[in-house]
């Protein structure tokens, strides 16, 4: 009887083992850079983890696709990007490994939300304001986007997200609603936190290695004066370098941010004899582990990084 009995559990385990998984596990989600994975997580928390494409220190603007990427596109559900002015690398592969998943390309459906591209790599300053939140005319101007790195526009990007995954995934609309909802109050409660930190340096000029930090300039009303590059993946050249130093020395910018992703001792040249600072800005979050509260850290970072080097 108890051999019958034991013959009878292994026999029903061997049938567990072998029955398929079921098929509640969550939509795929594909999603390009760290900041942008985050709120992704944060709006699918409890249902499924998105795949994150742009990993560690590495820069969306030289980023080369490599063949499990490409695989993960070709499985995908939902691809959540910028679009090709910051992500050049999914352009094309975008256009055939991801026709069949539903793609959200925040820089066309937020196009009405954002700032225009600045010009050059010096800038005047601007006024103190919330950031974008309502409906801009860029009449055709090449946008910025770098949008991720508002607060406003982040609640944006959470809602725009939350659409999506209710459309690809019904049953758990509901659900991304609700994260979503939560995710703006938190967003609302990191933006009133920041203001009031960064009130004091907010007068004082900086330089930044590329212009990648016009919205969080708008929304905490910020003084950064220029770009070391217009372009980061090209270097500098000898008259570009001469032409900072100068605007560093004329708007007496008390610190030149570097980043991460590219060429620190680049800075070390430009500030020599200008009596500025260097600092580390990281529009990413490189360093950070991805998930949910990366996005939040990511912008903590970024405020306690400014301060350390205006004050």
């Known amino acids: 009887m108890k051999i019958r009995l034991v013959t009878a559990i292994i026999l029903l385990c061997g049938w567990v083992s072998v029955v398929p998984a079921r098929s509640d596990s969550g939509p795929q989600v594909v999603v390009s850079i760290k900041p942008l994975h985050s709120l992704v997580a944060g709006v699918m928390q409890g249902v499924a983890e998105p795949t994150l494409l742009v990993k560690g220190g590495a820069s969306p603007h030289g980023y080369v696709l490599r063949p499990s990427d490409a695989r ?138 590329h212009d990648a930090y016009q919205y969080f300039e708008a929304a905490y009303g910020l003084n950064a004066v220029g770009s070391i590059t217009v372009d980061p993946e090209r270097q500098s050249g000898a008259r570009r370098i001469g032409e900072m130093r100068e605007k560093i020395k004329e708007l007496r910018a008390r610190c030149v941010f570097s980043e991460p992703q590219f060429m620190p001792r680049l800075v070390a040249t430009i500030i020599e004899g200008t009596g500025a600072r260097t600092g580390v800005l990281d529009p990413l979050g490189a360093e950070l582990p991805a998930g949910p509260e990366s996005y939040f850290r990511l912008l903590k970072a970024l405020a306690d990084n400014l301060l350390e080097g205006l004050r």
């Open 72 to 209: 993960l596109l070709s499985t995908a559900q939902l691809i959540i990007w910028v679009g090709p002015q910051l992500e050049s690398f999914l352009a094309k592969p975008l256009a055939t490994l991801g026709r069949q998943a539903r793609q959200l390309e925040l820089a066309e459906d937020l196009a009405a939300q954002m700032l225009p591209l600045r010009e050059g790599g010096s800038w005047e300053a601007h006024e103190d304001q919330d950031g974008p939140a309502g409906h801009l005319d860029h009449a055709g101007q090449p946008l910025d986007p770098h949008l991720w790195l508002s607060p406003l526009l982040a609640k944006l990007i959470v809602a725009r997200t939350a659409a999506a995954l209710g459309e690809i995934d019904p049953a758990h609309r509901e659900h991304y609603q609700n994260n979503a909802e939560r995710l703006k109050r938190r967003l609302d409660e990191l933006h009133r936190q920041l203001k009031p930190r960064l009130a004091p340096v907010s007068k004082i000029p900086y330089v930044v290695f």
